[in-house]
């Protein structure tokens, strides 16, 4: 029955299109013509009724039975409700085009009504030569109003007032039954014509739907997964729009009440079954395009499971109620808004985000707006705050360069790597003020309290604080016969004793490695400290460039006082010195933080009571093998493009081996063992090995076995600076 329909609508629509339009030239056509057209016009209201009559009948079925309807019989309840809106529509469309065949078949009919009542009036008058009797008189009279009614324009009114009158005027037999039978048929079509309106909003009144409205997501679901006719939206909304007429007429609540509930709960399931779907099929298509080098499997658009929802984007704006919804424009608010969100929140994926835009422009015809967001790296970066309530995750997942200072992000999940340099560090001093850097150090020196306790436990135990003893003791015992130098050959056996003591089950490292880390970490924490006074410094020699010359400040109070102005301008001007003043200072004498995280350990690491820390300077030589070690594993991982365990710095080491030099007061110490000459020395032995037996060698595999040894005792030279 609904393909019947759909064939009988479509069909009436195609012959409506190609024949209201036209004009037939033949003048003695033009009423066939005029009925022609009249006959397809009342064919289209003959539709709507059966289409109307079917909802309604199978909706009150369904309701006196007690059935629910099922999903696939909804269906076909909406495709009948848009084949309403359709044939309502296309009489809207062609109103202008139509109101010329009302007004000429209108005449019609009433020249045919009008020459029946000129033939009946002329039959009265000849039927009798002299006097007329009342009776005669009342019938002509009442066929003349007939007349009258008929000379103006077709009303309801007029038309009833005409049915009266001839009643009474036929009563004389004054028609035939032919003529009675045309003047009934004519005066019915005149009816028909002058109620055509009220008949064709009732016939497509979709009131009904109201009750039917829980189903309309189950109508979206289907128009989204079968991206068929997109355009029925438009009907389906018209259709929602009929029952707002009856809302209005409400009394037992506010009608706005309900007329805004009623409008909610249709926009939610359009945004929630529709919107929402469309916005994540194009997002995800358009993540896919911009991924397509990667494998993502296919997205051929043979494939069954692939979508192209293209068609929905050329939807015309719909008229939602009282307000019009442009699918376009919401997909490309939403994609902007993603888009804004997604670069603001990952800065580094800006260029995966900009070419998703330009994929939406060429694919999808979205117009969509650029960001405005700096790419690459922001300026404000990391906030101090954030980084000092969680110093500790801080330095332990991120490289600290040395002569940059700047940190690098260890390892992430997105395409690029963050980093913290003086530029952003300068910006939060600037927001959070010049206080925020003494509340760093501070938070710093609760970070390394944690730290040295772990320090102190590891050289403390008595594997290695026996060991550290046995080398100072032949060190001490074997100097001048060493050289006053430190061995190579002994920091390598303590590294590979280290090593016997057992090793990690997760990261296979030994606790070398892992006290390595633990400098590493405090040396992250001194650098990061370093970067907090170099962005102090950043921060007020860019308020105070202005200022001429530091030494020779002029007080502005002074002066304002002198030219005798208000107290409001001298307070002013005192503030100002102040602030002056204090820049100054700040950029002049700044403050000393190594200084004052040296001072506040020394005093009780240099103590009795941690007598094992001043064997530290002994466990230095070891410390930079496995160092080395790291580091070339690092670059190894770097050249191999790997995610984890890939950079080319790590100075946090080197940080914390300075400062712990410091604090200890190991520095002569450790320049008594003379490491680097002893490593330099190393170096030039094996180098010097290689070389002869290469000369010596005359096999091919020897060659490039001693070639490859060359390499990598000139790369071990480069990486330990020697």
């Known amino acids: 029955d609904l393909q019947k329909s759909y064939i009988d609508v479509l069909s009436w629509l195609v012959r409506m299109e190609s024949t209201v339009t036209t004009d037939d030239a033949n003048q003695n056509a033009l009423v066939n013509d005029v009925l022609k057209k009249t006959s397809l016009l009342n064919q289209g209201l003959f539709h ?220 939610k399931m359009f945004d929630q079954f529709f919107l929402q779907e469309l916005f994540k099929t194009i997002e ?63 800065s580094t994926d800006w260029n995966t985000y900009s070419e998703m835009r330009n994929l939406a422009s060429q694919k999808y015809g979205l117009d969509l707006h650029e960001p405005h967001l700096p790419s690459k790296t922001l300026e404000q970066g990391c906030d101090v705050l954030d980084i000092l309530r969680n110093l500790n995750a801080f330095v332990s997942q991120h490289y600290y360069n040395i002569n940059t200072q700047m940190f690098i992000e260890r390892s992430s999940n997105n395409k690029f790597l963050r980093t913290t340099n003086i530029r952003h560090v300068a910006n939060s001093i600037r927001t959070h003020g010049i206080g925020i850097m003494n509340t760093a150090v501070n938070f710093t020196y609760q970070y390394l309290r944690q730290k040295f306790y772990m320090f102190s436990q590891f050289l403390f135990d008595e594997h290695i604080k026996s060991r550290l003893m046995k080398d100072i003791k032949y060190f001490k015992e074997n100097k001048d016969r060493l050289n006053q130098r430190y061995p190579f050959e002994r920091a390598k056996k303590f590294f590979i004793s280290i090593r016997k003591l057992g090793v990690t089950t997760d990261t296979n490292e030994t606790y070398l490695d892992q006290f390595r880390q633990l400098i590493g970490q405090i040396g992250n924490a001194m650098g990061y400290v370093r970067m907090i006074r170099s962005g102090g410094l950043n921060t007020c020699s860019s308020s105070i460039r202005f200022v001429p010359d530091f030494e020779n400040i002029i007080s502005f109070e002074e002066y304002t006082r002198k030219a005798n102005l208000p107290a409001e301008t001298i307070s002013a001007s005192r503030h100002l010195d102040d602030v002056i003043s204090n820049l100054v200072k ?80 190991q520095y002569r110490d450790f320049d008594s063992l003379h490491w680097f000459d002893a490593v330099r020395e190393s170096f030039n032995t094996e180098k010097t090995d290689v070389i002869n037996k290469s000369r010596n060698s005359n096999e091919e595999n020897v060659k490039k076995a001693l070639n490859a040894s060359m390499k990598r005792i000139e790369n071990d030279q480069l990486i330990s600076c020697v």
């Open 48 to 267: 709507a009724y059966t289409l109307s009559h079917t909802v309604k009948t199978l909706i009150s079925l369904h309701s006196t039975l007690q059935l629910p309807i099922k999903p696939e019989c909804m269906l076909i309840l909406y495709r009948y409700t848009e084949l309403l809106k359709v044939i309502e529509a296309t009489y809207h469309r062609h109103t202008m085009a139509i109101a010329p065949y009302f007004n000429a078949i209108m005449q019609y009919h009433s020249q045919r009504l009008l020459k029946i009542i000129a033939i009946a009036k002329k039959r009265i008058t000849s039927a009798t030569d002299k006097r007329f009797t009342d009776k005669q008189v009342d019938v002509l009279a009442a066929l003349v109003l007939a007349e009258f009614c008929l000379n103006g324009p077709c009303t309801k009114e007029r038309l009833l007032i005409f049915r009266l009158a001839f009643s009474f005027g036929s009563r004389l037999k004054t028609c035939r039954d032919d003529e009675m039978a045309a003047i009934e048929e004519a005066l019915r079509k005149l009816e028909s014509l002058a109620a055509f309106s009220e008949r064709l909003y009732h016939a497509c009144d979709t009131t009904f739907i109201y009750w039917e409205q829980n189903s309309f997501g189950l109508y979206l679901q289907d128009l989204f997964l079968t991206v068929r006719d997109p355009h029925r939206l438009h009907y389906i909304f018209a259709a929602l729009r009929d029952c707002i007429s009856s809302l209005r007429a409400i009394r037992h609540d506010k009608p706005e009440k309900l007329i805004k509930t009623y409008k909610n709960e249709i926009m």
């Open 586 to 665: 700040n950029f002049t004498e700044g403050t000393e933080y190594f200084k004052i995280l040296v001072d506040v350990f020394s005093n009780e690491f240099r103590g009795k009571k941690n007598l094992h820390l001043k064997n530290f300077y002994v466990i230095v030589p070891p410390l930079t093998l496995s160092f080395v070690e790291h580091i070339k594993v690092l670059k190894d991982n770097l050249t191999k493009k790997s995610k984890v365990n890939a950079s080319f710095t790590d100075d946090g080491f080197v940080m914390g081996v300075a400062y712990i030099l410091k604090l200890l007061d």
């Open 284 to 346: 995800d298509d358009l993540r896919c395009l911009c991924h397509a080098h990667l494998e993502v499997g296919d997205r051929s658009v043979f494939r069954s499971n692939f979508k192209d929802v293209t068609p929905f984007l050329d939807v015309k704006p719909i008229r939602c109620f009282d307000e019009f919804v442009s699918i376009k424009g919401a997909v490309e608010s939403y994609l902007d808004k993603i888009f804004y969100d997604y670069t603001t929140a990952s």
